[in-house]
């Protein structure tokens, strides 16, 4: 099945970001049909099931419909930068072995031959705070960075950290409570409370992973 719910990518763009999400529904079946009905005018490239089934909708090379509203680096077209990929999970329950070894296999393969950084494999909750949560605080995100498939900063000095986070890629026009929420839900699953050193010193540390901006490849 595909999706029809896709267009060019704006302005010559390349993929040089990979966004999970998770689908919220109740089934993977349910999950693409929604995807590929053209009155929801929403998509993604891929859709894992909880088997470790993967079914592509979009072309890598097409611009898919599934980051909507956000930023990353200053940049709002998401959609024009990224690859797609939903994993079926209502966001409450764990992710299962298959779905993750068949998400690993995907993102390697994305990020060869599109040249995708690890710091380019962001959740839905990076690219949009305050407004999407996903993949959720159950995604294993270290589990990924171990593979090099993502980022896991080792704490740095605290400092700055809304400046960390900006240069980081986080939105600079979001809310400092936001960012926090998005910090915390990416790296400190489960914290609480007021902002902490410990929130500063994984600002700190992921801001030194982010040396330069990245030019833009067209």
Not at 4 to 11: A, I, L, V
Request: proline share 8%.
């Amino acid at each position: 099945m595909r999706s029809p719910n896709f267009g060019p990518r704006k302005d010559g763009l390349r993929p040089d970001l990979i966004i999970i999400h998770y689908t919220a529904m109740a089934s993977a079946d349910g999950a693409i049909r929604h995807l590929c009905d053209p009155a929801t005018q929403v998509s993604a490239h891929y859709v894992i099931c909880s088997a470790g089934h993967v079914t592509p909708l979009v072309d890598e090379a097409m611009r898919a419909w599934h980051a909507g509203a956000g930023s990353w680096r200053g940049e709002a077209d998401v959609n024009s930068r990224s690859i797609g990929i939903e994993l079926a999970n209502d966001g409450f329950q764990p992710f299962s072995e298959p779905q993750m070894t068949a998400l690993e296999d995907l993102v390697r393969g994305i990020m060869a031959r599109w040249y995708i950084l690890p710091e380019g494999v962001l959740g839905h909750s990076d690219v949009a705070p305050g407004r999407k949560i996903d993949p959720g605080a159950r995604f294993d995100w270290r589990r990924l960075a171990r593979q090099g498939l993502a980022v896991w900063p080792e704490p740095g000095a605290p400092g700055d950290w809304l400046s960390d986070l900006h240069h980081s890629g986080y939105a600079a026009d979001a809310e400092p409570e936001v960012l926090l929420s998005a910090l915390r839900l990416r790296f400190r699953p489960g914290a609480a409370g007021p902002l902490c050193d410990a929130d500063r010193a994984i600002a700190a540390g992921l801001a030194a992973q982010f040396p330069a901006r990245p030019a833009r490849r067209a």
